[in-house]
Structures are given as structure tokens and as C-alpha cells.
């Protein structure tokens, strides 16, 4: 049971250049997430979703797109990559009520 | 707009220190506050607060919610240097999804 995997671990880009990161799930959690965390600042939601063909905005969406064809995967796009995004990326997922679970994280780095 | 907000931001401590950790909030449509524990990846979860003056506690570690006040508090006794981490605080607002966090208290256990 590998719960929730995220790839690639570590990413340079320089800007401009678009990217994917990957996000699946083997727990059928009907709840997925994207977080940015930056120094000092927490999580910040990026984008979620609430179940397979329906996504919505998080507090800082801009600069990043989302589907949810699947339960298990939920792609985060950068479409023209920009310094302020060099971050590091979590996804979570969820179901009911209950607490997320969180991958281990994407390190971007954007030159 | 939703704000948690986590004191104090980073703390130092020697082994064997009790520790106290706060989080006050203000958001709309209140369902739970969680805390976790980030190492040097994932956040791995602590705990779920719901109601008010419950205490939970999971061996060192305690927690309790004061929702009229709107503050939580987490605390660890006899600390270990395994201890060191970032502790989160989040708070979920409606059914399921969109949680907001804190920045974070960076907790230092010297030896």
C-alpha cells in the first residue's frame, strides 16, 4: 500500500519551461490537494478536488492547472514556469471527514 | 478572510523541557483543527479537535480546543530531541476539504 506518491522528488527548470507533477493514490480517498509550502508561510492551497471531473481554486491558483480524470491521479501543471513558484509542492488526499494524508513532496527550484 | 495564526514561531529547548505550543484562529463555517508534525518530508497527522475543552493526548503529547476563545494548544512533556519538527496547525472549514494552516512553530530539542 504505497498511499500517496508524488514524482519527480526534486525538479529544476528555467523559466518559461512548463512541467507536470504527478500525484496518485491507492486509498480510493475521494478528496485530493496541492500545497505550496514556503519558508515561514505554512501550506497554502493551491488547487483541490472533491471527486473525479470536478476541481476548484485554492487561495493561490494562478500560474498552475489541475484535472481529476481518475480517482487515483491529480496532475499539477505549471504552464510557463516563474521563480516565484520555486517552492516545495505537497499533494494530500482525503476522505469524509477525516484527517489528509500527504505525500512526501516535490522540490522545485526555478531559475 | 481565514487566518491561523501559530506562536511562537520557533522555539529551543533543552531534553527533559515541557513544551507549549499555541494556535488562535478566525475563520468562517468552523469543523475541526488537526495539528501535525513535519519532519523532513510529509506532515504526519497528531491530532483532530472538534470540541471544545476535550483533551486528547497520544503519550508526551496533548492537545485541547477552546473554540469560545478560539485558540488551541499543543503540548509535549519530557521533550526528546526526536521531538525537533515543524508543528502545524490547520483548520478544516466545511465538509471535507479546505484546510488552512499556520506557518508553523519550529521546535528545536538540544540535547
Known amino acids: 500500500n504505497a498511499g500517496v506518491t508524488q514524482t519527480p522528488k526534486f525538479q529544476v527548470l528555467k523559466t518559461g519551461q512548463s512541467m507536470t507533477l504527478q500525484c496518485a493514490q491507492d486509498?480510493?480517498?475521494?478528496?485530493m490537494s496541492w500545497y505550496r509550502q514556503d519558508p515561514g508561510m505554512g501550506l497554502r492551497l493551491i488547487h483541490y478536488?472533491?471527486?473525479?471531473?470536478?476541481?476548484d481554486q485554492g487561495e493561490v491558483p494562478n500560474g498552475y492547472n489541475v484535472s481529476r480524470s481518475t480517482t487515483e491521479d491529480f496532475p499539477l501543471r505549471l504552464l510557463s514556469a516563474a521563480p516565484s513558484q520555486t517552492s516545495v509542492y505537497f499533494c494530500?488526499?482525503?476522505?469524509?471527514?477525516?484527517?489528509?494524508?500527504f505525500g512526501d513532496g516535490t522540490r522545485l527550484s526555478i531559475l | 478572510e481565514d487566518k491561523v495564526v501559530q506562536s511562537p514561531l520557533s522555539l529551543v529547548v533543552h531534553e527533559g523541557d515541557t513544551v507549549t505550543l499555541n494556535c488562535s484562529y478566525e475563520?468562517?463555517?468552523?469543523?475541526?483543527l488537526l495539528w501535525y508534525k513535519q519532519e523532513k518530508k510529509a506532515p504526519t497527522f497528531l491530532f483532530m479537535l472538534?470540541?471544545?475543552?476535550i483533551e486528547k493526548k497520544s503519550g508526551r503529547l496533548s492537545s485541547i480546543l477552546d473554540k469560545k476563545e478560539l485558540f488551541s494548544i499543543l503540548n509535549i512533556t519530557a521533550t526528546q530531541t526526536g521531538d525537533s519538527a515543524i508543528y502545524l496547525c490547520a483548520v478544516s472549514l466545511n465538509y471535507g476539504q479546505n484546510f488552512v494552516f499556520g506557518p508553523g512553530t519550529r521546535l528545536s530539542v538540544l540535547p
Open positions: 475563520v468562517t463555517n468552523f469543523r475541526s
Open positions: 486509498m480510493n480517498h475521494e478528496y
Open positions: 472538534t470540541s471544545s475543552g
Open positions: 478536488s472533491v471527486g473525479a471531473g470536478i476541481t
Open positions: 494530500a488526499t482525503s476522505k469524509g471527514d477525516q484527517p489528509q494524508h
